[in-house]
C-alpha cells in the first residue's frame, strides 16, 4: 500500500495516459520543489527559458483557447486575436482554467484535459531541440520534441509574440 505521498495526482496521471494513448513517451518527471513558473521550472532543470512550453489557457467567446508559448516572453494578446480573426481574447481565470483543464494555473499541461481544446502553438518554441511542458501539477513537468508536442496536441502553429 502506497503511503498518500507517493501516490501520483490525478491530473499527472491523465497526462501521463494522454502522452501514452497519442503515442508519445511517457517522460514526466516529478520534482520536491514546485515548479509553477518557467523561471522556476528552467532553473532546476537547467535548460534556457525559452524552452519552456507554458500552457497558458485564455477564454475566446466563452470557451478556452490554450496557448503553448515560450517561457521568454508575454503573449501579444491582441497579436493571436487578429491572426485568428476575431475581436478579442482575455487570460482566464483560475476557476475557468480548471474546470475546462482539470488542472490548476501554474500546473497546466499541454493535454490530459476532460475534452480537447482548441491549442496555438508558438513558433519561436521550434529553435530548441528539447521542450520542456507542465505535466498536470506544480511539481510534474515533461519533455518532448515540438514536432511531437504539435502532434499530440493537434495545435496550430502560430506567431504569438
Given at each position: 500500500?502506497?503511503?498518500?505521498?507517493d501516490?501520483?495526482?490525478?491530473?499527472?496521471?491523465?497526462?501521463?495516459?494522454?502522452?501514452?494513448?497519442?503515442?508519445?513517451?511517457?517522460?514526466?518527471?516529478?520534482?520536491?520543489?514546485?515548479?509553477p513558473?518557467?523561471?522556476?521550472?528552467?532553473?532546476?532543470?537547467?535548460?534556457?527559458?525559452?524552452?519552456?512550453?507554458?500552457?497558458?489557457?485564455?477564454?475566446?467567446?466563452?470557451?478556452?483557447?490554450?496557448?503553448?508559448?515560450?517561457?521568454?516572453?508575454?503573449?501579444?494578446?491582441?497579436?493571436?486575436?487578429?491572426?485568428?480573426?476575431?475581436?478579442?481574447?482575455?487570460?482566464?481565470?483560475?476557476?475557468?482554467?480548471?474546470?475546462?483543464?482539470?488542472?490548476?494555473?501554474?500546473?497546466?499541461?499541454?493535454?490530459?484535459?476532460?475534452r480537447?481544446?482548441?491549442?496555438?502553438?508558438?513558433?519561436?518554441?521550434?529553435?530548441?531541440?528539447?521542450?520542456?511542458?507542465?505535466?498536470?501539477?506544480?511539481?510534474?513537468?515533461?519533455?518532448?520534441?515540438?514536432?511531437?508536442?504539435?502532434?499530440?496536441?493537434?495545435?496550430?502553429?502560430?506567431?504569438?509574440?
Open positions: 500500500m502506497h503511503k498518500a505521498t501516490m501520483v495526482p490525478a491530473p499527472v496521471l491523465n497526462v501521463k495516459s494522454a502522452l501514452t494513448a497519442a503515442g508519445a513517451q511517457d517522460t514526466v518527471r516529478t520534482f520536491d520543489d514546485d515548479v513558473t518557467a523561471a522556476a521550472a528552467a532553473s532546476l532543470l537547467g535548460c534556457d527559458i525559452a524552452a519552456i512550453a507554458n500552457s497558458l489557457v485564455f477564454e475566446l467567446d466563452g470557451t478556452p483557447l490554450l496557448i503553448l508559448a515560450s517561457g521568454a516572453a508575454k503573449v501579444d494578446t491582441a497579436l493571436v486575436a487578429a491572426s485568428l480573426g476575431t475581436a478579442r481574447i482575455r487570460r482566464a481565470s483560475p476557476d475557468f482554467v480548471l474546470e475546462h483543464t482539470g488542472q490548476a494555473v501554474g500546473g497546466v499541461a499541454p493535454l490530459g484535459h476532460p480537447p481544446i482548441r491549442t496555438i502553438l508558438d513558433i519561436s518554441l521550434q529553435e530548441h531541440p528539447l521542450l520542456w511542458a507542465g505535466a498536470g501539477d506544480h511539481n510534474s513537468m515533461f519533455s518532448i520534441s515540438y514536432g511531437e508536442l504539435q502532434r499530440i496536441t493537434a495545435a496550430q502553429p502560430l506567431k504569438v509574440r
